[in-house]
């Protein structure tokens, strides 16, 4: 039978047995929306459907006893094909540089939390906060910030007299291919850190990200078109964007070869950083 019959073949009074009230009616509204008809009206033109399809679509939703959307039909009776503008990637997605923060001891700053589960719930707060982004230090730079859900510390601590002694020092780069800066920080074992009370979810935009990934050498063809990557998570009790450290400002400036995003560095955003960054160190 052609697809333009299936309302027949479907007969919630079918001798097959019926299908549950509610997926009956959830049946009914599939066939009756211009999506399913549209398809119907294609198939009927072109093609002939071998009635095993359809006797199988049927069944395996009858096993699930919940029904499928019209794009879901229309996608599992006509072999698979896409359904035009449906696309399961969320418009922010975790970029690679930030994963390392998820394995204990690869970053300064660990998030105990599965990355998967975090990127869905930035996504859905993001979705609910009706798309906005807070600017940051450059136009492709944006956060999102979020009530802390993990266990994570707050990632820096302010130095006072009683812990001044306590702060390393040394050379450190993120990755493989970054110039090493001079840094310090407090080894996290030796003070006391309450959690933080949010997430500064730290974005670039897919444009950005590209041109950093192709001045460090990295040539892969990548499929991922989400518009925004996270590039860092940094816990905080600041809902707003706090300085970055100094010395990152310089790398910065150096440019993307050095590991750097090539925004100039800007006297006045420098002085704020040094003052705040006097005052405080990174826990890790």
């Known amino acids: 039978p052609r697809i333009s019959a299936l309302p027949r073949i479907f007969s919630f009074g079918s001798s097959r047995g019926q299908l549950r009230h509610k997926s009956s009616v959830a049946w009914a509204r599939v066939m009756s929306t211009s999506a ?64 390392r923060q998820f394995e204990l001891g690869k970053s300064s ?35 999102v910030f979020v009530p802390n859900f993990t266990p994570a510390a707050s990632a820096a601590l302010r130095i006072t007299p009683e812990n001044e002694h306590l702060l390393k020092s040394a050379y450190h780069a993120r990755t493989e291919k970054e110039l090493p800066v001079l840094t310090r920080w407090f080894p996290r074992e030796t003070v006391e850190v309450k959690k933080a009370a949010y997430l500064d979810i730290i974005l670039y935009s897919r444009e ?21 990557g996270i590039v860092s998570i940094k816990p905080t009790d600041f809902d ?39 005052k405080h160190a990174p826990v890790q």
Not at 44 to 53: A, G
Not at 60 to 86: D, E, N, Q, T
Not at 214 to 226: H, I, K, L, Q
Not at 247 to 270: F, H, P, W
Request: include cysteine; charged fraction near 25%.
């Open 36 to 99: 399913f008809r549209s398809i119907g009206k294609a198939s009927h033109q072109q093609t002939n459907l071998p009635s095993r399809i359809a006797r199988e679509a049927l069944a395996a939703s009858r096993r699930a006893a919940k029904p499928v959307s019209a794009a879901g039909l229309a996608v599992g009776l006509c072999g698979g094909a896409a359904v035009a503008g449906a696309s399961d990637e969320p418009d922010i997605v975790l970029d690679p540089f930030a994963e």
């Open 109 to 143: 700053t660990y998030i105990e939390y599965d990355k998967d589960e975090l990127v869905a719930k930035i996504n859905e707060y993001y979705e609910k906060g009706g798309k906005k982004l807070v600017d940051g230090y450059a136009p492709f730079c944006k956060h």
């Open 208 to 228: 950005q990200i590209n041109k950093e990934r192709e001045a460090m050498g990295d040539t892969t063809p990548s499929s991922v078109t989400a518009p925004w």
């Open 240 to 278: 707003y964007e706090t300085p970055m450290q100094p010395i990152t400002m310089m790398r910065n400036a150096l440019g993307r070869e050095q590991g750097g995003s090539g925004v100039e560095l800007e006297r006045e955003k420098y002085n704020e950083a040094v003052d705040f960054w006097s």
